[in-house]
């Protein structure tokens, strides 16, 4: 993992001028609720590079964010302002409800809404919190159950390494019941390359 963000400004810089029509077919403006946005700047069998924005004119209360796993392995890189990674296990009890969760964006989900199944309740202890500023990385296994944090007044940016699938389902973990799908109204949105290029050199402006 290079750490060097000078690097990965040119990595983003590079892609900007040359893989912009990628980029507006695979990102997404408010993935999964409004205020997450990311950019995508490759998506194939092997890997997968995003660069995750969340802009201070749309604070995204990420601590009330539902604790949940990824189908994935990752590596986490923070380009700017700070993320906490709050990580968690189970326990037995009946604190939260959880349950597999489908994306509304699975290939095979043709309602493109959130599916969940219940699998059950259960308790979450949280284990460690791991707090990550502009050059911090963080391997997040796909077992790793967790939310985040982030200052909801400053533009917080960071890459998103993915690895191959490897699992079927994630997990969702909420002391609300959420029934057998969540509501993501105006979730979703695709980009245009100006709004892309708007977006983005915020990002390299903090780098």
Same mark, same amino acid.
């Given at each position: 993992?290079?750490?060097?963000?000078?690097?990965?400004?040119?990595?983003?810089?590079?892609?900007?001028?040359?893989?912009?029509?990628?980029?507006?077919?695979?990102?997404?403006?408010?993935?999964?609720?409004?205020?997450?946005?990311?950019?995508?700047?490759?998506?194939?069998?092997?890997?997968?590079?995003?660069?995750?924005?969340?802009?201070?004119?749309?604070?995204?209360?990420?601590?009330?964010?539902?604790?949940?796993?990824?189908?994935?392995?990752?590596?986490?890189?923070?380009?700017?302002?700070?993320?906490?990674?709050?990580?968690? $296990?189970? !326990?037995? &009890? *009946?604190?939260? +409800?959880?349950? %597999?969760?489908?994306?509304?964006?699975?290939?095979?989900? #043709?309602? /493109?809404?959130?599916?969940?199944?219940?699998?059950?309740?259960?308790?979450?202890?949280?284990?460690?919190?791991? $707090?990550? !500023?502009? &050059? *911090?990385?963080? +391997?997040?296994? %796909?077992?790793?159950?967790?939310?985040?944090?982030?200052? #909801?007044? /400053?533009?917080?940016?960071?890459?998103?390494?993915?690895y191959p699938t490897i699992k079927k389902n994630s997990m969702l973990f909420s002391k609300?019941?959420?029934?057998?799908?969540?509501?993501?109204?105006?979730?979703?949105?695709?980009?245009?390359?100006?709004?892309?290029?708007?977006?983005?050199?915020?990002?390299?402006?903090?780098?």
């Open positions: 993992m290079i750490k060097d963000l000078s690097f990965w400004k040119k990595f983003i810089e590079s892609n900007l001028q040359h893989n912009i029509d990628y980029m507006v077919e695979h990102s997404i403006k408010d993935f999964h609720f409004k205020g997450l946005n990311y950019i995508c700047f490759q998506f194939s069998p092997t890997i997968v590079i995003r660069l995750y924005i969340i802009e201070p004119s749309e604070p995204v209360d990420t601590k009330n964010v539902n604790i949940h796993n990824h189908l994935y392995d990752s590596q986490i890189l923070v380009l700017s302002s700070s993320i906490t990674n709050n990580v968690y $296990k189970m !326990e037995d &009890g *009946d604190d939260y +409800f959880y349950s %597999h969760l489908t994306s509304a964006l699975c290939p095979t989900n #043709t309602d /493109k809404k959130i599916k969940l199944k219940r699998i059950g309740k259960t308790n979450l202890r949280m284990e460690k919190s791991i $707090k990550l !500023e502009a &050059g *911090d990385t963080h +391997f997040q296994d %796909h077992t790793e159950i967790h939310n985040v944090e982030n200052d #909801t007044t /400053k533009l917080t940016a960071f890459m998103v390494f993915e609300e019941d959420y029934g057998n799908t969540i509501s993501t109204d105006k979730a979703y949105q695709r980009y245009t390359k100006e709004e892309i290029h708007y977006l983005v050199n915020d990002v390299l402006s903090m780098l």
